[in-house]
């Protein structure tokens, strides 16, 4: 009777492996929204005004505000043909405010509120065509106390 229960468990698991599968919501989802934060990629170069940081071919990859030398106000990402990526606000190079992330299609992936580098309050995630399948709630210090 084990060998039989062992033998079905394995042969799910291999058939599991190499089924095709939807992709699920949930995996798509960061794990924090942000370990996804794209304006960490680049150096900041600038102390103070407005910045762009260009790719090698020059195309705009990025622009926001610097004050002494730290990030502030509104930053945008944007993607290889110009579209918007990510806008995210920050106060003296802490993100704090709106988040908002946009996939290579141009559809809403995820948005939410930072507070002194955390994610606070509601976070809404969307899968492909922008369509909300999860909503997460986190408290003050970023833990997540409630996602559906």
Request: aromatic share 6%.
């Amino acid at each position: 009777m084990d060998l039989r229960i062992a033998l079905a468990a394995l042969l799910l698991s291999l058939a599991a492996c190499t089924a095709p599968q939807d992709p699920a919501p949930a995996a798509t989802v960061p794990a924090s929204p942000a370990t996804t934060d794209t304006s960490a990629a680049l150096p900041d170069t600038l102390q103070n005004g407005h910045q762009r940081l260009r790719d090698a071919l020059g195309r705009l990859q990025m622009e926001g505000d610097m004050l002494n030398g730290q990030r502030h106000g509104l930053w945008v990402a944007y993607g290889s043909s110009g579209q918007v990526k990510s806008r995210n606000t920050y106060v003296n190079g802490v993100l704090e405010g709106p988040s908002t992330v946009f996939r290579e299609n141009g559809a809403l992936y995820y948005e939410g509120q930072h507070f002194s580098g955390q994610p606070v309050g509601t976070w809404k995630f969307h899968d492909e065509i922008g369509t909300l399948v999860r909503t997460v709630v986190y408290d003050s210090t970023g833990a997540e106390i409630k996602g559906k």
